[in-house]
């Protein structure tokens, strides 16, 4: 029996992200890459320096599947600082294959076949297409543009008796909206009404402007004991291609996404994780602060490049995308926008219609900022330019 294609049913529906298509576009047109996230910054010397260390002293072998030791203390010691949540180092924590990895692995170990999951729209596509091919179902409810704020009543409605979990992105890719404290405790109060898990993804909370606040939603009164709080060093230290995140979650949600991780994955690369624990004890605090300064500047020239190209961008509260109404452009959708836009001002972004499942994001493009200033120079000026 020959079959073209050879997907399995668990993962028919799955096609490559328009995020990745963009890049390869992109590539291919000689553009410049404002649309997936890779963030091509330099790491910060301290993390190059301790990791080259960590290599060279041959730390080459498996570390449990939590994590090593030193890297559960760093981590610990950060999520009570800046997270204000009260970890244990032996307990709490499992050390992943990026945050994309604790999401997975989330999933598998806490979730039923045909669990409903609450999921935000604008969402991340990689958390709907995970939740699918984990065989439970996401359940989309709509923020209202143009804050992107959290309507209640749609929250409410969206629950049914297989709602099991919702997922939390704040700040958010791709709108950037970060949650204040009061639609965090809305969300609490209907996870304990119906005894919800939460699932918050917080890979862009260093990335907060003005007079946002990054409010981790296993903070907000009775979240701990029902919160995965996943996130990871991915953006902050601009090194998405190692691969390193983390969930924290009491024990018993801990340990069955531990078991999964060592089932799949064994445990996030070990050189890497001693790299990170050591360069997390030495980094200057003035590090953080000033990466989100860039990432601030960086957003408010690219939202002024687009305004004066006659579109209209939804400022973002946190996280270094921007999502933009394109509609000037004339396109009949989303992903003609994008190759419009990639053709007559070598700027890629990605379709908003990868980050909705109504219609409103038909007119929508995301653009990343996290590309070098020359580089956003170039872009800004081709922008207005059209
Ligand atoms: N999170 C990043 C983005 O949204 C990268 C995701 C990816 O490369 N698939 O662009």
């Known amino acids: 029996m020959t079959n073209d294609d050879a997907r399995s049913s668990r993962i028919a529906f799955l096609e490559q992200s328009a995020i990745r298509g963009m890049t390869r576009h992109c590539e291919r047109l000689g553009g410049i890459n404002l649309g997936q996230g890779v963030c091509p910054l330099p790491a910060p010397e301290v993390l190059l320096e301790a990791t080259a260390e960590s290599v060279r002293e041959d730390l080459s072998t498996y570390s449990r599947w939590e994590g090593v030791e030193p890297l559960?203390?760093?981590?610990?010691?950060?999520?009570?600082?800046h997270n204000g949540l009260d970890i244990d180092a032996d307990r709490h924590l499992v050390t992943t294959v990026g945050s994309a990895g604790a999401f997975a692995c989330t999933l598998q170990a806490l979730f039923e076949e045909g669990d409903e999951i609450i999921v935000f729209e604008p969402y991340y596509g990689y958390h709907v297409?995970?939740?699918?091919?984990?065989?439970?179902?996401?359940?989309?409810?709509?923020?209202?543009?143009?804050?992107?704020?959290?309507?209640?009543?749609?929250?409410?409605?969206?629950?049914?008796?297989?709602?099991?979990?919702?997922?939390?992105?704040?700040?958010?890719?791709?709108?950037?909206?970060?949650?204040?404290?009061?639609?965090?405790?809305?969300?609490?109060?209907v996870c304990e009404e119906h005894d919800l898990l939460a699932i918050t993804d917080e890979i862009y909370e260093y990335m907060v402007y003005d007079d946002a606040e990054h409010i981790s939603l296993a903070t907000i009164d009775g979240m701990f004991e029902r919160t995965v709080t996943i996130s990871g060093f991915s953006k902050t230290f601009a090194i998405t291609g190692w691969r390193l995140g983390y969930a924290a979650a009491p024990q018993r949600l801990a340990e069955p996404i531990g078991l999964v991780n060592d089932l799949f994955y064994i445990c996030a690369p070990t050189p890497l994780q001693h790299g990170l624990a050591r360069a997390l004890g030495r980094i200057d605090e003035s590090y953080y602060d000033d990466m989100c300064?860039?990432?601030?500047?960086?957003?408010?020239?690219?939202?002024?490049?687009?305004?004066?190209?006659?579109?209209?961008?939804?400022?973002?509260?946190?996280?270094?995308?921007?999502?933009?109404?394109?509609?000037?452009?004339?396109?009949?959708?989303?992903?003609?926008?994008?190759?419009?836009?990639?053709?007559?001002?070598g700027v890629a972004a990605v379709p908003g219609e990868a980050f909705f499942q109504?219609?409103?994001?038909?007119?929508?493009?995301?653009?990343?900022?996290?590309?070098?200033?020359?580089?956003?120079?170039?872009?800004?000026?081709?922008?207005?330019?059209l």
Not at 170 to 188: C, H, M, Q, W, Y
Not at 362 to 379: I, S, Y
């Open 72 to 81: 559960r203390e760093a981590l610990a010691d950060k999520l009570k600082r």
């Open 358 to 385: 109504s219609d409103a994001g038909d007119q929508l493009l995301r653009f990343c900022v996290a590309q070098p200033l020359e580089l956003l120079e170039e872009a800004a000026e081709r922008l207005q330019g």
């Open 129 to 189: 297409n995970a939740i699918r091919v984990s065989d439970c179902i996401p359940k989309v409810v709509s923020l209202q543009p143009p804050g992107w704020e959290l309507d209640e009543v749609a929250l409410r409605d969206a629950i049914g008796e297989n709602t099991r979990g919702i997922v939390v992105n704040t700040p958010s890719n791709p709108s950037g909206k970060v949650f204040d404290r009061e639609e965090l405790e809305t969300i609490a109060a």
């Open 293 to 345: 300064a860039k990432y601030r500047r960086n957003r408010d020239l690219i939202c002024e490049a687009l305004e004066s190209a006659g579109f209209a961008p939804h400022v973002p509260d946190g996280s270094y995308y921007i999502l933009a109404d394109v509609s000037a452009l004339g396109c009949e959708d989303s992903t003609a926008a994008a190759m419009e836009l990639l053709e007559r001002a």
